[in-house]
């Protein structure tokens, strides 16, 4: 039974109508101990469909070593969004529910190079002197997620400093723990600062100057 009907299928096929370049969806999966690997290979599959500049590209977790070390993934199911390079960009768990309209705008970001950051987010990011690790809480049930996983994705597109991690927190409820999260969407910078709620950009850009 396919996860996209016929009607969102279309829906896809016009949201993504205007990407310009190729996009890869790169999905680290296996076949054992892993709840919503199949499930998130049967969604990247019909995604992938909808539009020839999407590519998907599959990889074994517990046996593709160099790709994993690549990658620097270290939980699954995982997926990167890649282009003309590989730009941090993360999804961890299965991007379903809310969160599947932050995989279309990570897919259009990518394929067309728009982001929608203020000037002086771009100039803060420009400066960057050292790496930021942003993590992203999440439920697939959480209407405000998309904007805070929208945002980190769009830093770490921007700048290669940067790196981007959506994390549905129910798959992962060891770092549910290890992080405290309470309640989503719940963002940590650099492991040791955290901003609750989908906050502003001028917000964010201020608790990484902090961590930093």
Not at 2 to 10: C, F, G, H, R, T
């Amino acid at each position: 039974m396919p996860i996209l009907d016929d009607k969102v299928l279309s829906e896809v096929k016009k949201a993504l109508q205007n990407m310009k370049k190729e996009v890869h969806l790169v999905l680290f999966t296996q076949a054992f101990e892993c709840g919503y690997c199949k499930d998130t290979h049967k969604l990247l599959e019909e995604l992938s469909s909808v539009n020839p500049l999407l590519k998907l590209e599959v990889h074994q977790f517990e046996s593709d070593k160099e790709a994993v070390e690549k990658y620097a993934v270290d939980k699954i199911p995982a997926i990167a969004v890649t282009g003309e390079k590989d730009y941090g960009i993360r999804f961890y768990g299965i991007p379903a529910g809310y969160e599947f309209s932050s995989l279309l705008s990570a897919i259009l970001m990518v394929s067309t190079g728009l982001t929608k950051l203020g000037e002086d987010t771009r100039k803060f990011l420009d400066n960057l002197a050292k790496p930021v690790h942003m993590q992203v809480f999440v439920t697939p049930t959480c209407p405000y997620c998309p904007q805070a996983v929208i945002l980190a994705h769009q830093m770490a597109y921007y700048s290669d400093k940067v790196k981007a991690d959506m994390v549905e927190i129910s798959e992962f409820p060891h770092l549910s723990q290890k992080y405290n999260v309470q309640g989503v969407p719940r963002t940590t910078i650099n492991e040791n600062w955290y901003q609750e709620g989908a906050a502003p950009e001028s917000m964010i850009v201020e608790k990484i100057k902090e961590s930093l």
